[in-house]
């Protein structure tokens, strides 16, 4: 019996330690978003920190990436976190992938926020040259304690849609 409640008390101050560190990460909207572009991002090998990522996450969140379907529609595909590590995860760390945020429009009303963070794709951090440019479209929710994100919504930069010079730069 002692050893049960040893064990129960070892995990309890391992996970209270995570989830402080964790509630660090969703303080403040700058420190949530920057958590999201560091935990997909990594040099190929490397594993990512899905736990982490999940937290970043309201229960009923969506990523939706859009794009042309191969008919030459547009369309878009929900998946929620679970989700998209199953989709992702694998890739992400069998190629190397580094998302940085290079433009950041941001609009709140209330405890919601509305960002537009436009992003360059590499494979490795020393690349100069990105392989793929967008932006996403993050919706937050403060709850007064954290920051939630509740959806993510992107769209890749094209040859017929270039990123418009607003979104380049901070506002």
Known sequence: MKNLVLIVFVV????????NDYAKK???LDSTIETLYSVI???KGEARNWELFKYLFHKDAKLIPT?????????????????YIQRAGKWLVENGFHEVEIGRN?????????VFSTYE??????????????INSIQLLND????????IYWQQETDDNPIPKQYLKNE
């Open 144 to 151: 007064g304690k954290r920051w939630w994100i509740i959806n």
């Open 121 to 134: 794709s590499f494979r490795n951090k020393s690349d100069i040259e990105p392989f793929m440019r967008g």
């Open 41 to 43: 991002s990594g040099d």
């Open 106 to 114: 941001v609009q709140t009303f209330g405890n919601i926020t509305q």
């Open 67 to 83: 794009g042309k379907t191969k008919e030459g529609l547009h369309g878009a595909t929900f998946m929620t976190p679970d989700d």
């Open 12 to 19: 309890g101050l391992f996970s209270y330690g995570q989830n």
């Open 26 to 28: 969703v303080e403040s």
